[in-house]
């Protein structure tokens, strides 16, 4: 392998490492911080006629989840492409 071909591998692995810590970081910031440590402040709305911190804890992270796989295959794409290793 090339210093060139190197160098482009390294890069697309950095984009793919730093999509999925974003990713991560917001998956623990919707199911741990707004299911555990917020449901206090959440709890004072109501969606559906829940309280916020409930929903989040029982089914905004589920979304959220299935979000982000959704947002994850869509930008995965992009970067494959980018780096000519798409299907």
Do not use: H, P
């Not at 697309?12 to 440590?37: A, D, E, P, R, T």
Request: proline letters at 0%.
């Amino acid at each position: 392998m090339s210093f060139e071909n190197q160098e482009r591998a390294q890069e697309y692995w950095s984009k793919n490492v730093k999509l999925l810590i974003n990713l991560m970081v917001i998956w623990f910031v919707v199911s741990f911080g707004c299911g555990i440590l917020f449901v206090d402040v959440l709890n004072q709305f109501q969606l559906g006629g829940y309280k916020l911190g409930f929903w989040f804890a029982q089914q905004g992270s589920i979304y959220c989840f299935l979000g982000i796989i959704f947002y994850y295959s869509w930008k995965m794409r992009r970067i494959d492409r980018e780096f000519g290793v798409d299907e």
